[in-house]
């Protein structure tokens, strides 16, 4: 059975944090930050507001900007994150709960920055199953309340945001082939840990805030989602051409200048939520995909190539039809 993506809803907390917010905090400034991130300001979810009201709330507004939208039917709900407010319940079922869905499995993915893309891959094989017909996929982080202030390399990049995506059933696919993988020899370089104080063999910090290996994970990126983007494209059976839009995780601008060059794109086809909201993890794909279109830049046929790739590490990147 075919599936689409019928509607897309997105959140952002309202308090607005400028890059010169940490000026008085770590040793940086403005120019440093754009210069090295390509990020001008992030949101900071306020002190009672976690992961479970971002999703809510994404919720709501895609049933706001969508008429004819409803829940009427929900099936499965999928929550990537790794920024929960707690490990059980779940996300998922926080939804679930809020929204009065009865008869809804409810699972939540840690994937890191990949689990949006997971999660439409997960619907897309539920729906073609039979098994199921109606599902919410959600990417939500609250990471200021998991960043290291103290860290200068990385408490820079991190915002909080939802994003949202209903999956159902097509007459024609508009989820197309699909790519997913990981490389847990990296684990240690990108990472968020309460209890264990070793990954593979070494030693890490266990404070629950996250932790990254920049320089790592920045040419690792650069050089699988480079990779991936062309394996995409070869089992859809498209040229870059093709491509309307290509949509990667927006860790950082200069990951996604760098793919770019390497594959031959040009950086207009790339669509990036980085500059304004910053890493956003599992939110950054639905939160670009959404600024592109209340731009006018989607429009409903167009085909785009979405590729996440965080934590783990993992990736995954799906075609799909909007």
């Not at 939540?108 to 996929?137: E, Q, S």
């Not at 939802?162 to 790519?179: H, R, T, W, Y």
């Not at 793919?259 to 790339?270: H, N, R, W």
């Not at 956003?280 to 167009?302: E, R, Y």
Request: glycine share 8%; net charge negative.
């Amino acid at each position: 059975m075919n599936s689409q993506i019928s509607a897309i809803g997105v959140y952002a907390p309202s308090t607005i944090i400028p890059n010169d917010w940490f000026a008085d905090k770590i040793e940086t400034n403005n120019e440093w930050i754009i210069s090295r991130t390509g990020i001008k300001e992030r949101r900071f979810s306020e002190p009672d507001e976690f992961t479970s009201d971002l999703c809510i709330k994404a919720v709501k507004n895609l049933l706001a900007e969508n008429p004819g939208i409803n829940l009427d039917g929900v099936d499965f709900i999928v929550v990537g994150t790794t920024s929960a407010d707690q490990v059980m319940p779940s996300m998922a079922t926080r939804i679930q709960n809020y929204f009065n869905l009865p008869n809804t499995g409810c699972i939540d993915i840690m994937a890191a920055c990949a689990g949006f893309v997971y999660g439409l891959v997960l619907a897309k094989g539920l729906i073609a199953a039979g098994t199921h017909k109606k599902v919410l996929v959600l990417g939500a982080e609250a990471l200021s309340k998991f960043t290291d202030f103290t860290d200068r390399t990385s408490c820079i990049l991190f915002g909080d945001g939802a994003g949202v995506a209903l999956v159902e059933p097509s007459d024609k696919s508009k989820i197309f082939n699909c790519v997913t993988g990981s490389d847990g020899a990296y684990g240690k370089d990108l990472y968020l840990s309460q209890h264990a104080s070793v990954v593979n063999n070494e030693e890490i910090v266990a404070n629950g805030k996250i932790h990254q290996n920049g320089k790592v994970v920045f040419k690792w990126a650069v050089r699988t989602m480079s990779q991936k983007i062309n394996e995409l494209l070869a089992i859809n059976h498209l040229t870059l051409e093709q491509l309307d839009w290509v949509i990667l995780h927006s860790a950082n601008l200069r990951i996604i200048e760098a793919v770019a060059s390497e594959i031959g794109a040009p950086l207009d086809k790339m669509l990036t939520s980085i500059e304004f909201f910053g890493n956003t993890s599992s939110a950054s794909i639905p939160l670009a995909w959404d600024i592109a279109t209340k731009s006018g830049k989607i429009k409903p046929g167009n085909k785009i190539l979405l590729l996440g790739f965080g934590g783990g590490l993992t990736y995954a990147g799906v075609v799909v039809e909007a």
